[in-house]
């Protein structure tokens, strides 16, 4: 019997708004049969980050040779480092039949949307209940210095304006309330497809 090819849901909304927990919140489920993208990034591990789990940490030339042999699915430049999801990793997952969860950024949801046509494609978008909230999420990481916070949330508020181009909104006021709807969602979507 052939496998049926596995969804690409797309997890995306600003920088701090809980992607990072709400996705391994979601992947619990072993009903679902998820798999996690892991993006490839320039930037340095923060610490716990494991590289090959969290993501892959390459230098700025290799990441530059993937977006030239046009190994990325989506990729964009951040705060100054490069981040992006190499396709051949998805496709293999999802050609095995597994649900591949992208966590990524707006303006990379957006290139995996006009990329990717079929009808395999669920994205939701994260928003904070309010606004304090992300830049509480934001300060609280303590990783980064006080210009990189304000590109981050200067871009946040813009973002949380994008929500149009969304199949879901969400709003992550709890963890666990917003991983249950966005599982549920995913659950109807695939009884759908039997």
């Known amino acids: 019997m052939e496998n049926k090819k596995g969804l690409l849901i797309i997890l995306s909304g600003p ?11 979601i992947v619990k489920d072993n009903t679902l049969n998820l798999g996690y993208s892991i993006s490839m990034t320039t930037r340095p591990p923060r610490e716990g980050e494991k ?3 969290d993501y892959y940490f390459v230098s700025e ?9 046009g190994n990325f699915l989506e990729h964009a430049k951040f705060v100054g480092h490069y981040y992006g999801t190499p396709s051949y990793k ?23 949307m006009k990329k990717v ?13 309010n606004f ?4 509480n999420r934001i300060r609280n990481r303590r990783s980064e210095p006080e210009e990189v ?6 871009k946040g508020l813009k973002e949380m304006t994008m929500t149009g181009s969304y199949d879901h909104v969400i709003i992550n006021d709890d963890i ?3 991983a249950e709807e966005i599982k549920s969602i995913i659950s109807n979507k695939l009884a759908m497809m039997k």
């Open 90 to 112: 998805v496709e293999e997952m999802r050609n095995k039949g597994i649900n591949v969860i992208l966590e990524i950024e707006i303006n990379g949801a957006k290139q995996v």
């Open 176 to 178: 666990q309330r917003a």
């Open 132 to 135: 304090e909230a992300l830049e």
């Open 149 to 154: 916070i304000q590109e981050r949330l200067n």
């Open 15 to 25: 920088s701090g708004v809980g992607k990072g927990t709400l996705r391994k919140e």
């Open 51 to 53: 590289d090959g789990v």
């Open 61 to 69: 030339d290799e990441f530059l040779r993937d977006i030239e042999d």
């Open 117 to 129: 046509k079929d009808d395999g494609v669920i994205s939701f978008f994260l928003m904070p209940p």
